[in-house]
């Protein structure tokens, strides 16, 4: 940690799996066992639906139905309900350990809703957020949050629709939210908003929210 502020690693995987992204959190999670060892993994997946926890599983034939339509299907330990994720949505895994930010995962969920609102300021949408989690146009959302937190090392994190094919949304009810849409920058702003141009203002605003310094692959500091 240099002037006090924590010093978070950005890994930029491209696109890549869902199960090589849980693999790849796993190795950040592992890290923090030495000491803190932040990163901000950014990436895409190809077209995945993936559930979180709940009571009761969900029944097979929905899930094989989903496979169908061209999509692999993941469990895992996150919050919340069932969602997709797919290419043009800017996906973002903190690895973070709480204790050099606050030791409180209800803070921390929303920072992260905070971060995404500034985004889509910075780019001209007006988002908000709301009892329910996530990140909200309206009664659209355009970020979805699901997190897992483990002895105060977080992992999974928020998706957030830029230029999504959005039909991939039609076959769920999206985080189990009935009578809610969902839509996605390009969709909000009429024009191409693209993973890339995202990029930038979510490393900018993720900086102002959690107080801290970047660094990249290379170690150069932002």
């Keep these: 940690m240099q002037g006090g502020r924590p010093v978070v690693e950005v890994v930029r995987l491209g696109l890549v799996s869902y199960r090589e992204a849980l693999r790849l959190q796993q190795v950040y999670v592992d890290r923090h066992r030495s000491g803190p060892a932040h990163a901000l993994l950014l990436c895409q997946h190809p077209a995945v639906y ?23 299907v993941h469990r895992t330990n996150r919050g919340g309900l069932i969602t997709f994720h797919g290419p043009g949505q800017l996906v973002c895994y903190p690895v973070l350990h709480l204790g050099s930010f606050k030791k409180s995962v209800r803070w921390y969920v929303s920072e992260l809703e905070e971060t995404v609102i500034s985004v889509c300021s910075r780019l001209g949408v007006e988002a908000s957020s709301s009892p329910l989690t996530g990140v ?42 009935v009578g809610k849409g969902v839509t996605s920058l390009s969709a909000e702003l009429q024009r191409d908003v693209g993973v890339e141009e995202a990029v930038p203002h979510l490393l900018d605003a993720f900086r102002d929210r959690f107080n801290c310094r970047l660094t990249d692959g290379g170690g150069s500091s932002a």
């Excluded at 909200?136 to 992992?155: E, F, L, M, P, Q």
């Design 136 to 177: 909200w146009v309206a009664d659209n959302k355009i970020c979805a949050i699901g997190i897992h937190c483990g002895r105060y090392v977080t992992s999974h994190g928020l998706a957030l629709n830029c230029n999504t094919d959005m039909s991939w949304f039609d076959h769920v009810v999206p985080c189990g939210i």
């Design 50 to 72: 993936t559930t979180g926890i709940r009571q009761q599983p969900y029944p097979g034939p929905l899930l094989d139905r989903l496979r169908l339509l061209g999509a692999d």
